[in-house]
């Protein structure tokens, strides 16, 4: 259980947050997105000129107020919106460049998108739903099943995949979500909000098996969320503020040893960069223990 969120510096993005990582892939590198939606005489300006980059491997959460631009993001990240202005890179693919019906197939084939509300079909088998999105690739039908079944089980599901999506509690159907998600081996899975609709135990269950994917498996994450809590367990948060970046900073997570109720004091002069967050874990006591 995170104690408690210390420290926030809210500089802009420095250089050690930016550094490229020459070793790794950059799935998502952006220049300058915009959006305008026109609302009759209106424009309301979404986004402002939004540049980023995310390498493989990384979890990264998006954070910031109501209307900041988060969902907006989302949706061009994922495809399934187009920016007013700007570059879109994905996976190294130039988007902008992209014939409408292979933007299709590359959004099917690279990424993985979970949902606050789960989207899953409610008249389909929990096993039928993870199936849906490998239907457009040349698998076999026992493949699919194969595969089906393969990412059920990573989700901690096996036992559930002839269920309807009604007889599963919340944080379940959300997993099955999530197999859907990695049904096609996803360059990227993209969530947004994906613990808004639970409870706060069943949506720590659900980041720490996106924890477990991108550690376990490497996966790129990208989660939207705007509880500090679920924020502070991706490597990288990246804050929103009027369509505009306004920080981009690294999470450093303290773990203090077992017994130690945990004195931030202590840990205020070691090496901590400037613009990291710093999250701070007690150490387990016996209480907690007996709970
Ligand atoms: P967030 O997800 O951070 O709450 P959004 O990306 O949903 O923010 O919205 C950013 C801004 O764009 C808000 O002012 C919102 O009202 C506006 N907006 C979002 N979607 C639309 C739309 N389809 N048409 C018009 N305005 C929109
Ligand atoms: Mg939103």
Do not use: W
């Given at each position: 259980?995170?104690?408690?969120?210390?420290?926030?510096?809210?500089?802009?993005?420095?250089?050690?947050?930016?550094?490229?990582?020459?070793?790794?892939?950059?799935?998502?590198?952006?220049?300058?997105?915009?959006?305008?939606?026109?609302?009759?005489?209106?424009?309301?300006?979404?986004?402002?000129?939004?540049?980023?980059?995310?390498?493989?491997?990384?979890?990264?959460?998006?954070?910031?107020?109501?209307?900041?631009?988060?969902?907006?993001?989302?949706?061009?990240?994922?495809?399934?919106?187009?920016?007013?202005?700007?570059?879109?890179?994905?996976?190294?693919?130039?988007?902008?460049?992209?014939?409408?019906?292979?933007?299709?197939?590359?959004?099917?084939?690279?990424?993985?998108?979970?949902?606050?509300?789960?989207?899953?079909?409610?008249?389909?088998?929990v096993l039928?739903?993870v199936i849906?999105p490998m239907?457009?690739?040349?698998l076999?039908?026992n493949d699919r099943i194969d595969r089906a079944k393969q990412v059920l089980e990573m989700v901690g599901l096996g036992d559930?995949i002839?269920?309807?999506?009604?007889?599963?509690?919340?944080?379940?159907?959300?997993r099955v979500?999530i197999a859907r998600a990695l049904a096609n081996d996803?360059?990227?899975?993209?969530?947004?909000?994906?613990?808004?609709?639970?409870?706060?135990?069943?949506?720590?269950?659900?980041?720490?098996?996106?924890?477990?994917l991108?550690?376990e498996q490497?996966i790129?994450?990208?989660?939207?969320?705007?509880?500090?809590?679920?924020?502070?367990?991706?490597?990288?948060?990246?804050?929103?503020?009027?369509?505009?970046?306004?920080?981009?900073?690294?999470?450093?997570?303290?773990?203090?040893?077992?017994?130690?109720?945990?004195?931030?004091?202590?840990?205020?002069?070691?090496?901590?960069?400037?613009?990291?967050?710093?999250?701070?874990?007690?150490?387990?006591?016996?209480?907690?223990?007996?709970?």
């Amino acid at each position: 259980m995170l104690a408690s969120i210390q420290e926030a510096a809210t500089t802009g993005p420095t250089e050690a947050a930016l550094a490229p990582h020459p070793d790794r892939k950059c799935i998502i590198d952006t220049h300058e997105l915009r959006k305008v939606y026109q609302m009759g005489e209106m424009e309301v300006h979404a986004l402002r000129g939004v540049s980023i980059q995310i390498y493989e491997g990384e979890m990264v959460a998006i954070v910031g107020p109501s209307g900041s631009g988060k969902s907006t993001l989302m949706a061009i990240l994922g495809i399934l919106d187009v920016p007013s202005a700007g570059k879109y890179m994905l996976d190294g693919i130039e988007i902008q460049q992209m014939h409408e019906d292979d933007l299709a197939l590359i959004r099917n084939d690279r990424i993985g998108f979970v949902f606050q509300k789960f989207n899953l079909l409610s008249r389909s088998t929990v096993l039928d739903n993870v199936i849906l999105p490998m239907i457009y690739r040349g698998l076999s039908k026992n493949d699919r099943i194969d595969r089906a079944k393969q990412v059920l089980e990573m989700v901690g599901l096996g036992d559930r995949i002839h269920h309807k999506p009604t007889e599963l509690s919340g944080g379940q159907q959300q997993r099955v979500a999530i197999a859907r998600a990695l049904a096609n081996d996803p360059a990227l899975v993209l969530a947004d909000e994906p613990t808004g609709n639970l409870d706060t135990k069943t949506g720590e269950q659900i980041m720490e098996l996106f924890h477990k994917l991108n550690k376990e498996q490497g996966i790129t994450i990208v989660i939207v969320t705007h509880d500090p809590e679920v924020a502070a367990q991706a490597d990288r948060i990246i804050s929103l503020r009027d369509g505009l970046i306004e920080a981009d900073q690294t999470t450093i997570q303290h773990k203090f040893p077992e017994g130690d109720e945990g004195d931030i004091d202590e840990i205020a002069n070691e090496d901590i960069p400037e613009n990291a967050v710093l999250t701070v874990e007690k150490g387990p006591t016996d209480a907690d223990k007996t709970e």
